[in-house]
């Protein structure tokens, strides 16, 4: 009974007596990824959802949805074991707390959203994943084809909206080869922020690492007007800037998630 | 010294290892001469050793052929010394039907002389081989003790072969990878279809060639079999129920994928779609979903997603 009652007087140093999914070094990672002090607690309110299997280390699609969460101001998306632990920044301005990202997986790790609310504290979540090795040491595909430099900051897109509704979906596709610098010679070099307006109001920042997947690829459920478009600003590591549009195209067919 | 020498004699009161694993192997009979040795229907894992993939083994005067040869050299070596106990006769033939690891790395056991593939998949043996090795190894440890895939000395052209007396015509396809055989047991009218043909359990696309697979299927479906081994799942003994099957789960896939992404769907979401009740009785259909989604989706929304830049 006594060591039921006290189960932080088990953990091993290192782990964070709390961590549901007790991994070695939370507290350290906690330090990388968040603001001094940052005060923190796990809360089952922020969804963490990806596959069951990470079929491919070099593109793992992560989902955050802190929707249930009131006064969300940023979703930071990381995973411990990765030797660039944080992935991006998402401060939704003018958006729903929910984010859709690809990253890399270096080897079986836990991957979490650290969610910050209107107090500055975070909330944790997330969830082992299982992966073959070296997602963030193998070369980006663009990089073995040596074609990178062709579409560099080729910007996609395609917004999904609803007459009437203000939440909207947003898809945004970068060509970059978000280079970890792991991988021969080839110094890091990454796509490392977005921003996107409508109509002048700030939708959402994000800041990204080489951890995301080559090529990023994001999901987002901004905030807009009836006939709203979204301008999209970008820049790299190496001062590469992207600018974009996407304007409204098609209706959310009923019963999409 | 002293702790040095304690440690030996703590080692020496304790099993230095548990036992090396083996795999215990059972063939079903299918018709005439052959039986299957069945995988079992879950992913590679450490509990089955990697032994997931039907085998089969075809009497002969010459000897007993196999068609594909299983996940680790301990897995050939096995099956090898089951194809002796039921054919009285040593293995006279390795037929690989495709590159992937559950069919292919037990030709480790075998020397190269007896083991014959496709060109292209010989081809790949050179190049892919060393990737699929890294991660068998990861997943299954100690079972994959002393695996080396050689490459394949025979080459297998499509049309007739005759074995040991035993008349077995080869067709050399492609849709589940680059580079598919699939043997036809001419006595008993028993089609022996590797991956290109799954049953019972949802079809995997790592490599996946769906317009190519769709033709493959079209041209098994025609070949007057009797029954059909598939590469997983159980023995389909009809002519085309499982390749019905695997033909429904593949024309499902495609435009699944396509209406998740049209309507704005994350990967995420597109993995949990609901997947429809005639699949029901499919084994792994849920992860099936989750690997194609990884395999399609990147592709299919780089072309949908129109280039926006100013």
Same mark, same amino acid.
């Given at each position: 009974?006594?060591?039921?009652?006290?189960?932080? %007087?088990?953990?091993?140093?290192?782990?964070?007596?709390?961590?549901?999914?007790?991994?070695?070094?939370?507290?350290?990672?906690?330090?990388?990824?968040?603001?001094?002090?940052?005060?923190?607690?796990?809360?089952?309110?922020?969804?963490?959802?990806?596959?069951?299997? %990470?079929?491919?280390?070099?593109?793992?699609?992560?989902?955050?949805?802190?929707?249930?969460?009131?006064?969300?101001?940023?979703?930071?998306?990381?995973?411990?074991?990765?030797?660039?632990?944080? =992935?991006?920044?998402?401060?939704?301005? =003018?958006?729903?707390?929910?984010?859709?990202?690809?990253?890399?997986?270096?080897?079986?790790?836990?991957?979490?959203?650290?969610?910050?609310?209107?107090?500055?504290?975070?909330?944790? %979540?997330?969830?082992?994943?299982?992966?073959?090795?070296?997602?963030?040491?193998?070369?980006?595909?663009?990089?073995?084809?040596?074609?990178?430099?062709?579409?560099?900051?080729?910007?996609?897109?395609?917004?999904?909206?609803?007459?009437?509704?203000?939440?909207?979906?947003? =898809?945004?596709?970068?060509?970059?080869?978000?280079?970890?610098?792991?991988?021969?010679?080839?110094?890091?070099?990454?796509?490392?922020?977005?921003?996107?307006?409508?109509?002048?109001?700030?939708?959402?920042?994000?800041?990204?690492?080489?951890?995301?997947?080559?090529?990023?690829?994001?999901?987002?459920?901004?905030?807009?007007?009836?006939?709203?478009?979204?301008?999209?600003?970008?820049?790299?590591?190496?001062?590469?800037?992207?600018?974009?549009?996407?304007?409204?195209?098609?209706?959310?067919?009923?019963? %999409?998630? | 010294?002293?702790?040095?020498?304690?440690?030996?004699?703590?080692?020496?009161?304790?099993?230095?290892?548990?036992?090396?694993?083996?795999?215990?192997?059972?063939?079903?009979p299918v018709a005439?001469?052959i039986?299957v040795?069945?995988?079992?229907?879950?992913?590679?894992?450490?509990?089955?050793?990697?032994?997931?993939?039907?085998?089969s083994?075809?009497?002969?005067?010459?000897?007993?052929?196999?068609?594909?040869?299983?996940?680790?050299?301990?897995?050939?070596?096995?099956?090898?010394?089951?194809?002796?106990?039921?054919?009285?006769?040593?293995?006279?033939?390795?037929?690989?039907?495709?590159?992937?690891?559950?069919?292919?790395?037990?030709?480790?056991?075998?020397?190269?002389?007896?083991?014959?593939?496709?060109?292209?998949?010989?081809?790949?043996?050179?190049?892919?081989?060393?990737?699929?090795?890294?991660?068998?190894?990861? +997943?299954?440890?100690?079972?994959?003790?002393?695996?080396?895939?050689?490459?394949?000395?025979?080459?297998?052209?499509?049309?007739?072969?005759?074995?040991?007396?035993?008349?077995?015509?080869?067709?050399?396809?492609?849709?589940?990878?680059?580079?598919?055989?699939?043997?036809l047991d001419?006595?008993t009218g028993t089609l022996i279809a590797?991956?290109?043909v799954?049953h019972?359990?949802?079809?995997?696309?790592?490599?996946?060639?769906?317009?190519?697979?769709?033709?493959?299927?079209?041209?098994?479906?025609?070949l007057g079999q009797q029954r059909l081994v598939p590469?997983?799942?159980p023995v389909d003994p009809t002519p085309g129920t499982a390749i019905?099957?695997?033909?429904?789960?593949?024309?499902?896939?495609?435009?699944? +994928?396509?209406?998740?992404?049209?309507?704005?769907?994350?990967?995420?979401?597109?993995?949990?779609?609901?997947?429809?009740?005639?699949?029901?009785?499919?084994?792994?259909?849920?992860?099936?979903?989750?690997?194609?989604?990884?395999?399609?989706?990147?592709?299919?929304?780089?072309?949908?997603?129109?280039?926006?830049?100013?």
């Open positions: 009974m006594i060591l039921l009652t006290a189960p932080a %007087a088990a953990a091993p140093e290192g782990v964070h007596p709390d961590d549901p999914l007790q991994s070695p070094f939370l507290p350290t990672v906690l330090q990388l990824v968040l603001p001094e002090g940052a005060r923190v607690r796990f809360d089952d309110r922020v969804k963490v959802q990806f596959p069951a299997i %990470a079929e491919n280390q070099r593109q793992f699609p992560v989902q955050v949805d802190a929707r249930a969460v009131p006064g969300v101001k940023r979703i930071i998306i990381f995973a411990d074991l990765n030797p660039i632990q944080k =992935a991006v920044e998402f401060a939704p301005h =003018a958006a729903e707390a929910f984010i859709a990202i690809r990253i890399k997986l270096d080897q079986r790790t836990p991957v979490r959203a650290a969610v910050e609310v209107a107090d500055g504290s975070w909330l944790l %979540a997330g969830g082992w994943i299982d992966a073959a090795g070296g997602g963030c040491s193998a070369p980006p595909v663009s990089r073995v084809k040596g074609d990178w430099a062709q579409s560099l900051m080729q910007l996609r897109g395609r917004l999904w909206t609803t007459p009437g509704q203000k939440v909207a979906r947003l =898809a945004l596709a970068v060509r970059h080869p978000m280079d970890t610098g792991f991988v021969d010679n080839v110094p890091s070099y990454w796509l490392e922020s977005l921003q996107l307006r409508a109509d002048g109001r700030l939708l959402a920042d994000l800041a990204l690492n080489a951890s995301v997947a080559e090529d990023p690829a994001i999901m987002l459920m901004p905030h807009l007007l009836d006939g709203d478009s979204v301008t999209v600003r970008g820049r790299d590591s190496g001062g590469v800037e992207l600018a974009g549009r996407v304007a409204g195209q098609s209706a959310i067919p009923a019963g %999409a998630p | 010294m002293i702790a040095r020498r304690h440690l030996l004699g703590a080692l020496a009161g304790v099993p230095l290892l548990a036992a090396a694993p083996e795999y215990r192997l059972v063939a079903q005439a001469g039986w040795v069945r995988g079992a229907d879950a992913p590679i894992a450490m509990a089955n050793g990697g032994a997931i993939a039907n085998i083994i075809i009497a002969t005067d010459a000897g007993a052929v196999l068609i594909d040869a299983g996940a680790s050299h301990r897995h050939g070596r096995a099956l090898a010394a089951l194809a002796r106990r039921l054919t009285g006769k040593p293995v006279a033939r390795v037929y690989l039907t495709h590159l992937h690891p559950d069919h292919s790395f037990g030709a480790s056991a075998f020397p190269a002389g007896l083991v014959a593939a496709t060109p292209a998949v010989a081809a790949q043996v050179a190049g892919d081989a060393a990737g699929f090795s890294t991660g068998l190894y990861r +997943l299954l440890g100690d079972w994959m003790r002393g695996t080396e895939l050689p490459a394949p000395a025979l080459v297998a052209e499509a049309g007739p072969v005759l074995i040991g007396g035993r008349q077995l015509r080869l067709f050399t396809l492609s849709g589940h990878s680059a580079s598919d055989l699939a043997v001419e006595a590797g991956d290109l799954f019972n359990r949802a079809p995997a696309t790592p490599h996946a060639d769906l317009p190519a697979w769709r033709r493959a299927l079209d041209q098994l479906a025609g590469g997983h799942g019905a099957q695997t033909r429904a789960w593949l024309d499902w896939l495609e435009p699944a +994928l396509k209406a998740a992404l049209e309507a704005g769907l994350t990967m995420v979401e597109a993995g949990d779609l609901p997947i429809p009740p005639r699949f029901a009785g499919l084994a792994v259909a849920r992860l099936e979903l989750q690997r194609s989604v990884a395999h399609f989706w990147p592709a299919l929304e780089a072309a949908r997603l129109p280039r926006v830049s100013d």
